[in-house]
């Protein structure tokens, strides 16, 4: 079980830039961390099919990019597994 601080940050500017072939836009920004933030609670078993769970004390409206990311760390370890990631 890994237990860690996920900070907020707050731009200090934010410039939208070109858009990219993906449909996404280039950004130039600066930020900086601020003292709230969120802690996570993140657990994982080998397993031979990926299943990803994400649970929190408050309502994460749309799909939340915790698992998002939980999924791209598995996809990029080649690995397989349960996740679960408590925010």
């Known amino acids: 079980m890994l237990r860690v601080r996920a900070y907020a940050k707050i731009n200090l500017s934010l410039a939208v830039l070109g858009k ?3 449909g996404f836009h280039d950004i130039r920004t600066i930020f900086h961390t601020i003292s709230v933030g969120d802690d ?3 657990q994982f078993t080998r397993a031979r099919k990926t299943s990803i769970e994400v649970t929190s ?3 994460i409206p749309g799909e939340n990019i915790a698992g998002k990311a939980a999924a791209l760390v598995l ?5 397989t597994g349960h996740v679960r990631i408590h925010i």
Request: aromatic share 0%.
């Open 20 to 22: 990219r072939p993906d």
């Open 40 to 42: 996570l609670t993140i």
């Open 57 to 59: 004390s408050v309502e």
């Open 75 to 79: 996809d990029a370890a080649k690995t």
